[in-house]
């Protein structure tokens, strides 16, 4: 007990979450394996403790305000019916639609996974019913939970998981996507989980959207997403924060991949009022190939800090990192790009390329590369710029008869070409285009 | 057309345009020549509406507004038009989109209905043949890998497309080769009207062998010092330009 007090009294201002937690394992759903899980991961944020002012990864980031009071950690209730998704589908595109709310699969507002071959969904309920040998051996490594104290916290308080298995040999072509939904309006913790299994010469797309629909004030979301790309698959992921409202969100995705396969992702980030997304990639395997691409626009007072590590650890791999961001008013943004290549990890070709737009003076935008290099045959590089709009150029579509507020917009548009041209699905493209577009005319 | 009087500007509290005075009427061409730092680019500038200069004194009265008192893009939409010496790349920007989106937005401030896309993209074909642009713009940025005759070739380009009433070309001869001059010069007479002028701005008489002028002006320390008609810039290639500074010294003694 004395022990316990000790280490509670060390990780202030976390402290006020663990009664809460402690009573909350007592309650929540699962098997002999998840509760094990459970139990480990809130021994490990015991010992870790939420970051610090002084700790280098939250630098610039603080976490302390999220946690000055206690939060409840919310079942899900609500009434929502598919008419009120409506709003947060993409137009034109024919997709799985998975819906998790306050971190619980809905299955009323999901989906059944049908194809060829076939897909597998499942929630805690059903993996009780049929046990999965390959949800068992790749849920809750240690080595993830100790990684980071917010995947600790979100193994030891999430109430469901969500699991897609995709065989080998399925090349999936209608995308899957999902809608990660809080309802909380106050000081609430969700916690949704996803892990997402592609086995080996498979191909899918995913799109994890996620979305406020309570006023969020004071919300916070700690969302979690595994992910673990087979030999020779191919994923596209796309994260879209475009229905954020007030909502406090971290967001972190874990990518695990085989050999030759092909990871491609973007985080794109225009609503929320404090984003922090981790991206963490594990190229465990030789001729992995990993595109991290990035976009926010903020506004206000938004804060969005883009976390992103590569991790190579065998020879033969590539990874590129585009990221680009515009900020105005009194937002702040961050881009921090870990590279590490492993001594094993020869003829690694990682670049890193990070540029941003300031439209105000007290906008803030703080970049930091770090490239951790050990081995010797590479190509490594990065490249970083902050600035203002191109005068020249707003001038000189002024004096063709643009408006001094559509040339900007034009400009700023254009500014975000690189990222949002690599965005493959095309209905998705549209839709990204058209919030953009929208944001910037504002 | 195009009334300046006693015009005074220049940037960051250093005066380039002392009292400069020109009238141009429709359909004239008038060539504006001097040496380097005469202030001719200011004069360009300041009429396009480039923010960072500022105008102390004078008045600029075209089609009878006063121009001093429009943004940069109500003077375009006016009908001037400033061809830049350095064209600006803008990366991610298309040429198709850019044109567009000026030539709607001209047409929506002189209250015109939208252009039909077939008549946007024929007018595009007819005017690229006419500079013999023959870059694909549809899905190129604007400037963006063009070399420098390209560049130059755009900029007459779209002038052809916006059919100004005042054309400014600002140093366009610089940096061309003979052949990519000869179709600039091509370009910019085919566009000559009776209701169109022109302000040619060059360093070189060589341009005005292709694009004859009603008259040249020399220009010297941000005011005109001299003006007379073609040939007076085949003076001016003779002697060179020391010839007018000694003569202005001459008449300062005197």
Redesign the interface.
Known sequence: MNTSTTIAEKITPGAVLLPELDVLQTTLAGNEQIRFIRRKALKSFRLQGLPERKNEEYKYSPVAALFRTGRSFPASTHSLTRNDLTPFLVPGMDAFLITIIDGKLSRELSDELKGTPALQLHDLASLEETPSAVFQKHFGADALITADPFIALNTAAFRDVVFIQVPNNARIEKPIHILNIVTAEGAELVNPRILIQVGRNSAIQVIENFIAIGKAEQTLCNALTEIRVGSGSTMLFYKIQDHCKNLSLISTTQVYQDEQSHFDTHTVSLSGNWIRNNLTIVADAEQCETHLNGLFILNNHQHVDNHTLVDHRKPNCESNQLYRGILDDKSTGVFNGKIYVRPDAQKTNAYQSSKNMLLSDDAGMNTKPQLEIYADDVKCSHGSSTGQL????L??????????D??RA??M??????VINTIRIEALRTQVEELIEKRLTH | MLTIKNLKAGIADKEILKGFNLSVKPGEVHAIMGPNGSGKSTLANVLAGKPEYTVTDGEVLFAGKDLLDLSPEDRAREGLFLAFQYPVEIPGVSNINFLKTAIAEIRQYKGLPPMEAKDFLKLVKEKQALVELQVTLANRSVNEGFSGGEKKRNEIFQMAVLEPALAILDETDSGLDIDALRIVANGVNKLRSDNRSFIVITHYQRLLEYIVPDFVHVMYEGRIVKSGTKELALELEEKGYDWIKKELSQQVEA
């Open positions: 191109d005068e020249d150029a001038f000189y579509l002024r004096a063709r008869g643009i408006g001094a559509s040339a034009l400009l548009f254009a500014f975000t070409r690189d």
